[in-house]
């Protein structure tokens, strides 16, 4: 997990928080190469689950920390408690899988949804500090809690309940409030027998005392029962000969029981339902996906799914419905009806047809717009304009039409709400990496818009930086005008201040009439790293001002982890809020530093060089050396030579974090720059294979050069694209690692013919690039040791689990050292406690086998071709001796 993303699963947004991802914690680690297990484990069969080392499991088992959500008026803080990692049980609940979701029937929610396990509350009192902590109490033991939620007027918080039945299955979900005074909770609904449908929307505050809510239908019965025998065969037919191109989407629908199904599951009735117990149910029945009242709470926006389905792609692109209704359920209007879309086109920037982005005008009572694309949605259309923005009242007088509120040449990529005098409209194009911001007067038809910014995406250095919110009466967010003693009038922009030293985040006063600006607040650049969270001044509508502007910041350094702080003007006083404690103190000490270097065409490359604590170059020497990246496509060269990110950011260790490896005494390069740049009409994946030998060239030479890593031990590894990654460079770039590692991969592009990662082009387009590209085409080059680990039910786009399957069957045609470990239950991301745990051992096991000890480069060569002829010529014999009789069950699954 990235640091930013370490830092920003802390906070949730004041307007709900879905749950928690799990946790992140005693003896100071081996200043060398730890030694490696005198007894792996291999001759008992492999059977079971293991654990990794007590170093890596202590840092892996600390207690979480919670994650912050603050009330509408910034006056109070929740904290949400949450657990360390969940147990397998939990993955190894039913679930089906439909539409491109996978659903908990038992629960009728998403499956495998984390969650919270308590919840205090706590005053910011006006000093900046924290007052006493209030429990929530009420709920039933063993409360998973989810869906947290303040009321507009911060005196009530909503959230659901669920209880874990017997037989390991869950309980559905009951909807709770709990008056933050007291902090006594209770259920909303008096019957026990209305529960929450969460496969889509939850539920929405209406107003202080009532909230609208997804409710299973009371009259729903048993679900349908699959047919024993069906009723004739699957049939697909294309005699129209449309051209229809889709990634490889899974869990989709696969017959009409499925489509049932779906119905059965995601089938809700809308409930109104008030604190006093009042319900009132609403509309009919039927697959809503989202409910959206208007800002004036005298509107809802509700949007549906219907039939017909498709068994090639996911729900989102199912028939959709947008109506119009009275806040009590009555029917409006019809705002659109879009038929199925699996025709989008596989080209980047392209879009549904007909209307997208309907929303509410931040600044207005009832106001809606919208985009309407004009190219069909198909980006290889050169029109102009491409996409037109508009906007109409709730409920037109007089036949009056929608009004263009702009046209843009790129594709629309979002507004900026602040008043009938400023709005800012986003634009953007990926093959060009364009991007422009126009400044409108949305209700000042005699005033033109004009382009504020217009650059490149990329180019993360010329970043002004976004326009900070503030909160309205209606409870909507609006860009925040800022006003001076002097009557000038300003806009907020906080920015992450990219720089060649590193990101030095920012806040500016923007005039944006002239483009002038002034920076009010700056992070530290010599030891610490600050970012600008939230603005916490804005408790009343219209401008604020300066002398009155308060902050929420967080800061970091290398060695101290995430604190809140409170910043107030005009004396810029700083307050801490929170004191959490190091996660892992054990590696408090260890050594964090930037690297910068060329690779040989001359793009400038950066890495997080990481060392054990206590590490003394003149006495330990060089060390084995981990390096875990994922790639990057760029269409410049002084763009994919940016630095990005902070020399001064803590290191967030998450629980598969390669940073693991630091108590056992390795070397890590974290994150070094893997450009693969298309300048031009180039495409930048046509050169792939030669930039990313270039970069890791580069980024061995480096390590190398300063000492810290052993040139013979030196492993490399990655998830995804990154598991991608590891195995092109172990076929194309022996020279340079010793072993590596390859979670959740796609090793073979010819199975993702329409397209992956960013790259458009079909395999019949680019035939030659797909080929090259695959490690798959090249495992006869292989002859480094490679581990594949992979989710047993991946459901991501491309990295089927038969990827990895079919790639070590062909690593093993070929007699290559290698390892398949399946875990069962686990998606693209592995979650339960034994599943990581194992994780880590085989890959701790991997790691001391083939690169702490490993031989001298001079031998390994031979060691290597010599292991290859014993397994080839024998069929494996000797790896099935050690691994135990064939048939034996393995949970998970590892081959060798």
């Known amino acids: 997990m990235s640091t930013a993303a370490s830092r920003l699963s802390h906070i949730a947004a004041a307007t709900g928080a879905g749950g928690g991802a799990a946790g992140e914690s005693n003896e100071p680690p081996p200043a060398g190469p730890a030694a490696a297990q005198e007894d792996d484990g291999l001759s008992s069969g492999d059977m079971g689950y293991r654990l990794p080392p007590k170093e890596i499991q202590d840092i892996v088992d600390a207690p979480p920390l919670p994650v912050l959500s603050f009330s509408p008026n910034k006056d109070k803080i929740l904290f949400l408690k949450r657990r360390a990692l969940p147990p397998l049980s939990d993955l190894a609940k039913p679930e089906e899988k439909l539409a491109g979701l996978r659903i908990d029937g038992n629960s009728n929610t998403r499956s495998r949804m984390s969650f919270y396990n308590g919840i205090s509350i706590h005053n910011l009192l006006d000093d900046g500090t924290l007052g006493p902590e209030k429990e929530v109490h009420g709920c039933p033991v063993g409360a998973r809690i989810n869906f947290v939620t303040w009321s507009q007027d911060g005196r009530h918080i909503s959230f659901t309940v669920r209880i874990d039945e017997e037989d390991n299955k869950s309980g559905k979900l009951r909807v709770w409030i709990a008056d933050v005074e007291s902090g006594e909770a209770r259920p909303l609904f008096k019957s026990p027998e209305i529960y929450l449908n969460a496969i889509f929307d939850s539920f929405v505050w209406i107003d202080n005392s009532t909230l609208l809510v997804c409710t299973i239908p009371v009259t729903r019965g048993s679900p349908p029962q699959k047919p024993s025998v069906p009723s004739g065969p699957k049939i697909q037919s294309n005699e129209t000969k449309d051209v229809v191109q889709v990634r490889t989407f899974q869990d989709l629908l696969k017959d009409e029981y499925d489509a049932d199904l779906f119905d059965y599951y995601a089938t809700s009735q809308l409930v109104l339902a008030s604190l006093d117990g009042t319900v009132e149910p609403i509309g009919s029945p039927a697959v809503y996906t989202s409910i959206d009242p208007s800002p004036d709470d005298k509107y809802l926006m509700v949007s549906s799914i219907h039939r017909p389905y498709s068994y090639i792609v996911p729900c989102g692109r199912f028939p959709k419905k947008v109506e119009l209704w009275t806040v009590d359920g009555k029917f409006i209007r019809e705002l659109c009806d879009l038929p199925l879309a699996e025709d989008i086109p596989i080209t980047m920037s392209s879009v549904r047809k007909g209307k997208r982005s309907i929303n509410w005008r931040a600044d207005k009572p009832s106001t809606l717009y919208w985009v309407e694309t004009q190219d069909g949605g198909d980006a290889k259309v050169e029109v102009s304009p491409r996409d037109i923005v508009y906007m109409e009242n709730a409920e037109p007088i007089n036949g009056e039409q929608p009004e263009i509120l702009h046209k843009l040449d790129l594709r629309y990529a979002g507004t900026s709400w602040c008043d009938e005098s400023l709005a800012l409209v986003y634009e953007s194009w990926y093959k060009t990496r364009k991007t422009r911001t126009w400044v409108l007067s949305p209700d000042k038809k005699d005033v033109n818009p004009r382009i504020l910014f217009d650059r490149s995406s990329e180019d993360v250095y010329s970043d002004p930086g976004s326009p900070m919110l503030r909160r309205t009466d209606m409870g909507t967010y609006v860009i925040a005008k800022i006003k001076k003693q002097d009557g000038s009038t300003y806009v907020l922009l906080n920015g992450m201040g990219a720089t060649p030293e590193g990101n030095v985040p920012f806040l500016d006063l923007f005039d944006i009439n002239t483009g002038s600006k002034e920076r009010i607040w700056e992070s530290d650049k010599e030891k610490h790293y600050e970012t600008v969270v939230a603005l916490m001044s804005d408790k009343t509508d219209g401008e604020l001002s300066l002398d009155q502007l308060k902050i929420l910041t967080s800061k970091e350094s290398k060695t101290e982890n995430t604190q809140y702080y409170l910043q107030t003007w005009p004396e810029k006083k700083q307050v801490k809020i929170t004191n959490f404690p190091h996660p892992y103190p054990q590696l408090a000490s260890l050594y964090k530093e930037m690297i910068r270097y060329q690779r040989k065409d001359g793009v400038q490359l950066t890495a997080n060089l990481y060392l054990p604590p206590g590490y003394d170059p003149s006495k330990d020497g060089p060390l084995p050396c981990l390096v875990w990246s994922y790639p990057g496509e760029f269409k410049s060269k002084d763009a994919a030579g940016q630095v990005r990110g902070s020399p001064n950011e803590f290191p967030g260790i998450g629980a598969t974090s390669p940073l693991l490896w630091l108590a056992r005494g390795f070397a890590i390069l974290s994150g070094p720059t893997i450009p693969i740049i298309g300048e031009g009409d180039e495409e930048a994946n046509d050169r792939y294979v030669e930039q990313l030998v270039a970069s890791a060239e580069a980024a061995v030479e480096e390590v190398v050069k300063r000492g810290v890593a052993h040139p013979d031990k030196i492993a490399v590894g990655g998830h995804s694209y990154g598991a991608f990654m590891t195995a092109n460079l172990l076929a194309h770039a022996p020279h340079l690692f010793c072993c590596g590692v390859a979670r959740s991969g796609a090793y073979n592009r010819t199975l993702t013919p329409f397209g992956f990662q960013n790259e458009d082009r079909t395999l019949w387009e680019a035939t030659s690039t797909y080929v090259e590209m695959s490690p798959f085409m090249s495992a006869n080059k292989i002859k480094k040791p490679i581990l594949l680990i992979h989710g047993e039910q991946d459901n991501n786009s491309g990295t089927l689990t038969m990827q990895s399957d079919r790639f070590f069957n062909a690593l093993k045609g070929h007699g290559a050292l290698s390892r398949l470990v399946i875990l069962p239950f686990e998606s693209h991301g592995y979650s339960a406690r034994e599943s990581i745990m194992h994780v880590l ?56």
């Open 841 to 896: 051992w085989e890959t701790d096991r991997w790691l001391q086998n083939y690169c702490v000890n490993s031989a001298s480069k001079a031998d390994s060569d031979s060691v290597a071709d010599s292991e290859n002829k014993t397994l080839s010529a024998s069929g494996g014999s000797a790896a099935r001796e050690a691994l135990g009789p064939e048939g034996s069950s393995y949970l998970p699954r590892s081959l060798l």
